[in-house]
T-cell receptor
Framework: DVKVTQSSRYLVKRTGEKVFLECVQD?????MFWYRQDPGLGLRLIYF???????EKGDIPEGYSVSREKKERFSLILESASTNQTSMYLC??????????????FGPGTRLTVT | AQRVTQPEKLLSVFKGAPVELKCNYS??????LFWYVQYSRQRLQLLLR??SRESIKGFTADLNKGETSFHLKKPFAQEEDSAMYYC????????????FGAGTQVVVTP
């Protein structure tokens, strides 16, 4: 069974804290994604990784960074959390192929609250 | 860049009635289009993809390249169809990425 797991379901942090969100997939997928999900805005891509140590900015990368040291793990880092980063964060993974777009498999999400 | 429009934020329908969720996109270069669904307290999951031409849970989606639309339809809505639905065509600037719409919340009432 396909599995994408995220380290926390709920997280409460204070403004200015450094926050780490971890995502692990067990499908040997090349692609991994971090989105934030907000009502009325849908899913917005923060960062995309297409291989170990390779990353690409998404639509809203400001205030975030990522790390992919191993194929199965993709971390999202909030360098200095702010209240406008309160959101649901979704991780996803997919296969990769030349010219192709593949199904993305999602984790359960992390609800982050920054106070 | 790909733009996706799901004009209805909320669709409320009665059980047994037809339901249609609209999706318009700006770039029609790829036949790969997806609909994802998120049921209450569940993770986001694939509902259907255009290229497979399957009917999943009674839903179908017609690709109209001329109108750049990919509307999702079901002839008889069921209560278990209540969920958030996202249309997701591919992004235009790199492989492997999708552009998600803002989503349509469907509520099916008995």
């Amino acid at each position: 069974d396909v599995k994408v797991t995220q380290s926390s379901r709920y997280l409460v942090k204070r403004t200015g804290e450094k926050v780490f969100l971890e995502c692990v997939q067990d499908m040997d997928h090349e692609n991994m994604f971090w989105y934030r999900q907000d009502p009325g805005l849908g899913l917005r891509l923060i960062y995309f990784s297409y291989d170990v140590k390779m990353k690409e900015k998404g639509d809203i990368p400001e205030g975030y960074s990522v790390s992919r040291e191993k194929k199965e793990r993709f971390s999202l880092i909030l360098e200095s959390a702010s209240t406008n980063q309160t959101s649901m964060y979704l991780c996803a993974s997919s296969l990769s192929g030349t010219g192709g777009v593949y199904e993305q498999y999602f984790g359960p999400g992390t609800r982050l609250t920054v106070t | 860049a790909q733009r996706v429009t799901q004009p209805e934020k909320l669709l409320s329908v009665f059980k047994g009635a037809p339901v249609e969720l609209k999706c318009n996109y700006s770039y029609s270069g790829s036949p790969e289009l997806f609909w994802y669904v998120q049921y209450s307290r569940q993770r986001l999951q694939l509902l259907l993809r255009h290229i497979s031409r399957e009917s999943i849970k009674g839903f179908t989606a017609d690709l109209n390249k001329g109108e750049t639309s990919f509307h999702l339809k079901k002839p008889f809505a069921q209560e278990e169809d209540s969920a958030m639905y996202y249309c997701a065509p591919p992004q235009t600037d790199s492989w492997g990425k999708l552009q998600f719409g803002a989503g349509t919340q469907v509520v099916v009432t008995p």
